[in-house]
């Protein structure tokens, strides 16, 4: 035993952990198989469960427009018949056997299935997750239902005004490459998917150099790591897809741009998006980014206090969203007609006023940094939803961004602010879109603004 856990520990060093001491800070044991899938194994005896999860470099960020929503839709193939269980039923059944709740979820740049087990059936687990990834059958039958599925979640979105307003400004912000940011995808392509597509899916991103198995939960590394290599130690390694296919990076926006969207509403809401750091190229600017963005949530902000505290409106919300493909900075607030202008012009007013060495206090960047921390001291308390942070951070960073995260954010200085407020929001270009009725765009004749002298677009 001693001579198998000083391997296990080599491991750790050689397969890119900077600092293997805090992943075990946090439970985390890490293996690479020689095909190059990685295993991750999270330990934690809180409960007598195990969570199985196959994180994938897929998602949006994969898709030209020919494959616009077919991540998501694989995402709804992978649960479906294999060569194992080669219908529905009895695929079913065996979800029955081993107590399992399974799920999945589609993003930009991660695509992750996973299930919770019995902790005695973790080894089954592993097999069954093995079936699933690896030998799926794309049924006609199947694909067609749930490509109705798909489109389904497509009605009810196009139900809700909103999402013709983020579907409008995410049109205009990433200009050249939308298909490699829409998640949802879109309605043709979807009902058009065939079997060949999912095949084409499969053998460019479905394959061990491009994927993380965790394990999470009340587990033992050390045979984790010896099921992997039995079980999936098989599976061939496939070409580099990101040699093979490149994701293309998003161009700047070459100017500010305002989008209008009439819809029967009741308020006027105002999404103004920008382009924020990218994950791999300006790391730094992503911990200022997760620090500035709490401040300004806070109901104690300067900015919340001008703007929603002085009636100007009605909700607020900031955020930057890390990725690696460039990571959208977004505002969004809602206000009534009459106020509207007004409150354009203070949005803007409050952006010029980011860097003054008053806007917000010493005592609120220390609080920011500690609150966050906590939040992912927090986000570590469930092996089931531990797993998918891990996933996501595997496949969009890479885990010593993740393990690395809060030393990183305690070290944020107001410079550090400054330098990502000044190069991402203050002199960036920007896209609005304002989501209002007809009768109130006609009483409006909704204009927007620059940052200085409120003049319109």
């Known amino acids: 035993m001693k001579r198998y856990t000083r391997r296990i520990l080599v491991v750790l060093f050689c397969c890119g952990f900077a600092d293997a001491a805090v992943a075990q800070q946090y439970n985390i044991f890490h293996a690479k198989l020689e095909n190059g899938l990685e295993v991750i194994a999270i330990e934690n005896s809180i409960v007598p469960l195990a969570t199985i999860e196959m994180a994938v470099r897929n998602g949006a960020f994969t898709e030209p427009p020919e494959y616009d929503g077919l991540s998501h839709l694989y995402e709804h193939m992978f649960f ?66 749930e490509a109705a599925v798909v489109i389904g979640e497509y009605d009810r979105q196009e139900s809700n005004p909103i999402f013709h307003l983020l579907t409008a400004v995410n049109k205009k912000v990433w200009y050249k490459y939308y298909s490699h940011k829409n998640v949802l995808g879109d309605r043709q392509v ?3 998917a065939d079997r060949e597509k999912m095949r084409t899916i499969q053998q460019r991103y479905y394959v061990p150099n491009n994927a993380a198995l965790l394990v999470a ?28 296919y490149p994701a293309p990076d998003h161009p700047p926006l070459p100017q500010s741009e305002l989008v209008i969207v009439e819809k029967p509403v009741n308020a ?18 992503t911990y200022a980014a997760d620090v500035f963005s709490y401040i300004l ?36 607030a809602q206000t009534s007609a009459e106020k509207y202008h007004a409150a354009v012009l203070a949005i803007f007013a409050q952006i010029e006023k980011f860097t003054g060495a008053d806007y917000y206090t010493d005592e609120q960047l220390e609080n920011a940094k ?27 960073a890479g885990l010593d961004y993740y393990l690395n995260y809060v030393d990183n954010l ?48």
């Open 297 to 332: 949530r806070q109901p104690n902000s300067r900015f919340y206090q001008a703007l929603v505290d002085s009636g100007l409106l009605t909700e607020l919300g900031f955020n930057y969203y890390t990725l690696d493909k460039t990571g959208p900075i977004t505002f969004l």
């Open 410 to 457: 305690r070290q944020v200085t107001r410079e550090d602010i400054n330098a990502y407020v000044r190069r991402y929001i203050q002199n960036a270009p920007y896209v609005m879109g304002v989501l209002v009725s007809p009768e109130d765009r006609k009483k409006l004749g909704v204009e927007g603004y620059a940052r200085k002298g409120g003049k319109p677009l």
């Open 80 to 145: 479906k018949a294999n060569a194992r269980y080669p219908d529905q039923e009895s695929f079913l059944t065996r979800t029955g056997d081993l107590g399992i709740a399974w799920n999945a979820q589609t993003r930009e740049e991660v695509v992750n299935y996973y299930f919770t087990l019995p902790k005695n059936e973790v080894r089954q687990g592993l097999e069954f997750m093995n079936d699933a990834i690896r030998t799926p059958l794309f049924l006609e039958e199947e694909l067609a239902r």
């Open 190 to 192: 979807i009902a058009a």
């Open 370 to 396: 500690h609150q966050l921390a906590i939040n992912e001291t927090y986000s570590q308390e469930r092996p089931s939803e531990f797993a998918h942070v891990v996933g996501f951070w595997w496949s969009v």
């Open 268 to 285: 006027v809401t105002i999404e103004i998006v920008m382009h924020g750091p990218s994950v791999s190229k300006d790391p730094q600017a």
């Open 217 to 244: 939960g009340d587990i033992q590394h050390e045979k984790i790591f010896k099921w992997a290599k039995k079980i999936f130690g098989s599976w061939r390694r496939g070409e580099e897809p990101f040699v093979s």
